[in-house]
Nanobody, 124 residues
Framework: VQLQASGGGLVQAGGSLRLSCAAS????????KAWFRQAPGKEREFVGAIHRNSGSTLYADSVKGRFAISGDNAKNTIYLQINSLKPEDTAVYYC??????????????????WGQGTLVTVSS
């Protein structure tokens, strides 16, 4: 599976963006899907994920209520809608997917496939 992330950019605080992650090589319909981010000088952190079977979503506390992850099976694409952006949301955002992950491990970064990252910069 190859993942191609896009949609990042420069946005003012309070603004919104929608990140996309197009998959190729296999259908990711029944894969776990996730977004992580890495801010300058910090470790990569979990943002949100969708369970591969139930479709249940899980979010980091720091983005809950502002970010929404979704998948479009027809387009084989993962989305991350990010609203009410804050300067501390500035980071490179990475999409990830995995065919075997269970719910309890969705926040762990050991996904099999990763996109190349897309930069989101939030100005104050």
């Amino acid at each position: 599976v190859q993942l191609q992330a896009s949609g990042g950019g420069l946005v003012q605080a309070g603004g919104s963006l929608r990140l996309s992650c197009a998959a190729s090589g296999d259908s990711i319909r029944f894969y776990a899907k996730a977004w992580f981010r890495q801010a300058p000088g910090k470790e990569r952190e979990f943002v949100g994920a969708i369970h591969r079977n139930s479709g249940s979503t899980l979010y980091a506390d720091s983005v809950k209520g502002r970010f929404a992850i979704s998948g479009d099976n027809a387009k084989n694409t993962i989305y991350l809608q990010i609203n009410s952006l804050k300067p501390e949301d500035t980071a490179v955002y990475y999409c990830a997917t995995d065919r075997t992950k269970i719910y309890s491990s969705l926040t762990h970064a050991n996904y099999a496939y990763w996109g190349q990252g897309t930069l989101v910069t939030v100005s104050s």
